[in-house]
């Protein structure tokens, strides 16, 4: 029997239409390969929008949402509207709303893409970042005092719940388990100056990792310090762990190492609800419509998504075939790939 799959769109600002385009015809061939039907929605939460109606995601949308098995994000931000408006009312809206508590950052060199760490590849940089989505400093929590005079005062709280540094720490745990590699988890925090969020977390992450999960190496570096294993020893990471601030920031350095953002994707996770898939680069705008954004990123993004409905081998198809580009192109850079963006996307269904 096949079953349809439910998935909502969102292509969002700039590049992020063309990008899920790219993937929706490598979603075409794997469904017809592997069997599966699917139904798609489109959902208009752009800039643009924004500015004819003042609309962004709302509480109805939310709900609709709800409904769908996963999203497909493209990109949001736009030039046009002032920064920090589309980021909190498309993607952090959603990923609050929707409780979206973990955000999935696979770090991996292909062959053939070009890092900028010297002497490093594929066997070194090959790890996965587990950030946490849903508190930290993006809660939005503080304000000021005495705004706009000499003696003004702005907060900005991190807060940290045991329940989600709970939550967090048992899904990387066992996402170390089930990925079965070296089975080691690292903390990153900042024990040495953060002394509260980060004690809380610590002691959490010891107490999970001995009663449930001994067969896992428990490892702890402090964020400054691992920006400079990232590029130094790579190899030394197999499963991180991380609030959510710590995460953002991390990520895009990964991002780096493993061959730029044309490349990297990322889920936001909520493991008993509707997650949401996406690269990790911004809109581009820059790129927007010229054919020569990299898709590889988005394509990696419904590799994912496949993997969170339960197509597993579907998804392993969609890798082989991004593996396959990575030969063919000549760079993972906007507009030096070699192939325009459809070209790239051509190349990997064909590949499937
Ligand atoms: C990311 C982005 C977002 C974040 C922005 C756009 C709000 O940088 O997904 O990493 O800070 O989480
Ligand atoms: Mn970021």
Redesign the pocket.
Known sequence: MTKKHKIAVIGGDGTGPEVVAEGLKVLKVVAKKHNFEYELKDFDFTGQRYLKTGKLVEDKDVEELKTYEAIYLGA??DPAVKPGII??GV??KL?FALDQYI?LRPVILYPNVWTPVKDKGPEQIDFVVVRE?TEGL?VGTGGYLKKGSPDEVATQVSVNTRKGVERCLRYAFEYTQKRNKRKQLTLVGKTNVLTYAWDLWERAFHEIGQKDFPGIKREYSHVDATCMWFVKNPEWFDVIVTD?MF??II??LGAMIQGGMGIAA?GNINPKGVSMF?P?G?SAPKYTGQNVINPLAAIGALQMLLENIGEDKAAADVEKGIRYACTQMKSMSAGKMGMSTTEVGDTVAKAI
């Open positions: 949001v931000g980021e909190h993607l952090l990923r955000n989505n993006y959510n995460g953002d990520t895009d990322g996406e990790i911004g």
